[in-house]
């Protein structure tokens, strides 16, 4: 949430702490309010909207997942360990921040609101992006498969970890995530490694 207030930023993770408490849809200004300990009028203050608020959530999902990608990179792994590193840190942004699942991955919330969901579409293609780049770097290396095609690549490391991450929130957050994304994402790579 780079550029936003504290209050901002009090009312974003008072706005997730109800999301992760009653589900997205419960959200209202009024309950923020409340959360956050001011008046209605005082949240309009600070936002606009509740689409507003959201997209400060999208917007600081985004920052935190550029964050995690750069220091995979600049640490120099091969691609095997950047993908590792790449899921494992998106792990523990869920589980430290649960209820960012909820925002993310409730399509519904956002097919009103055309600025939101061409935000979250822009991850989406990122993430996409940096998978499929990793891929076809591992291919150029000689250590995936030469025959592995990078977009089905991608769609198949993201959609199992998006698989394990709802099945992590729907179990009432029982299993450790990151570990069990570390052992996902190896575990995939197994199927596209030489």
Known sequence: ????????????????????????????????????GVSEPAIYRHFASKSEILAAVVDDVAASRSASLGE????????EETLVSF???????????????????SEDVFRSDPALMSRVGAIMEDTLATIRAEIAKGKRLGRFRGELDEVNGAFMLAGGFRLLVSTWQLGNETFNLPERTDAYVRSA???IEK
Do not use: C, Y
């Open 1 to 36: 949430m780079m550029g936003n207030t504290d209050r901002q930023k009090e009312i974003v993770d008072a706005a997730l702490s109800l999301i992760s408490g009653k589900g997205i849809q419960e959200l209202t200004m009024k309950r923020l309010a409340e959360a956050v």
């Open 72 to 79: 995979a990179h600049s640490s120099g792994l091969g691609p």
């Open 189 to 191: 790579l197994m199927l």
């Open 87 to 105: 899921f494992r840190s998106h792990a523990l942004l869920f589980m430290r921040r649960p209820a960012l699942t909820a925002v993310l991955f």
